[in-house]
């Protein structure tokens, strides 16, 4: 299952590339993201990091761990984050961060994923959008407790989504 959303939203690139790549303090923000353990970081160089990250997340029917690489470069303003263990055969997504000349940051998110169980593939896919939609809600709610109201509020571009 494939999804891709863009928005635009009235915050710096750095400021909404340095909230995503932040992943210890989802469990703080991302309100099925219950706990998180990051190990084996590395700096790769040129503003580019890795980090492999455990989150465990619970829904009201299922509880789960999985773990990812997060690679984090900062001259692109790009997050890549790939599948290492957990309940998918397949899980990749991006973040990108474009800054418009406004001012304000056009922010694509890209998800690609399939479950193991085609049970659990059933359950979620139903609700997928919605899931993907709350998530980056979380995000956009994040920025303005860290930085405030921004810009100003988003225009009519932000809340573009589609799934692919």
């Given at each position: 299952?494939?999804?891709h959303?863009t928005?635009?939203?009235?915050?710096?690139?750095?400021?909404?590339?340095?909230l995503?790549?932040d992943?210890?303090?989802?469990?703080?923000?991302?309100?099925w993201?219950t706990?998180?353990?990051?190990?084996n970081?590395?700096?790769?160089?040129?503003?580019v990091?890795?980090?492999?990250?455990?989150?465990g997340?619970?829904?009201?029917?299922l509880?789960?761990?999985?773990?990812?690489?997060v690679?984090?470069?900062?001259?692109?303003?790009q997050?890549?984050?790939?599948l290492?263990?957990?309940?998918?055969?397949?899980?990749?997504?991006?973040?990108?961060?474009?800054?418009?000349?406004?001012?304000?940051?056009?922010?694509?998110?890209?998800?690609?994923?399939?479950?193991?169980?085609?049970?659990?593939?059933?359950?979620?896919?139903?609700?997928?959008?919605?899931?993907?939609?709350?998530?980056?809600?979380c995000f956009?709610?994040r920025?303005?407790?860290?930085?405030?109201?921004?810009?100003?509020a988003?225009?009519?571009?932000?809340?573009?989504?589609?799934?692919?």
């Amino acid at each position: 299952m494939k999804h891709h959303v863009t928005k635009r939203l009235p915050y710096a690139p750095d400021q909404l590339f340095s909230l995503v790549g932040d992943v210890m303090a989802y469990p703080e923000f991302v309100p099925w993201i219950t706990a998180m353990r990051i190990w084996n970081a590395r700096d790769l160089g040129e503003g580019v990091e890795t980090v492999d990250a455990e989150a465990g997340v619970g829904f009201s029917f299922l509880k789960e761990r999985f773990s990812t690489r997060v690679r984090r470069d900062a001259a692109s303003r790009q997050i890549d984050v790939t599948l290492l263990s957990g309940p998918f055969k397949r899980l990749a997504n991006r973040w990108r961060f474009f800054e418009d000349a406004d001012g304000q940051t056009r922010v694509e998110f890209d998800i690609d994923f399939q479950f193991k169980s085609r049970l659990l593939e059933a359950l979620l896919s139903a609700n997928f959008a919605h899931a993907v939609d709350r998530l980056m809600t979380c995000f956009e709610d994040r920025a303005t407790v860290l930085y405030g109201a921004g810009l100003g509020a988003p225009d009519g571009v932000a809340g573009i989504s589609r799934s692919v």
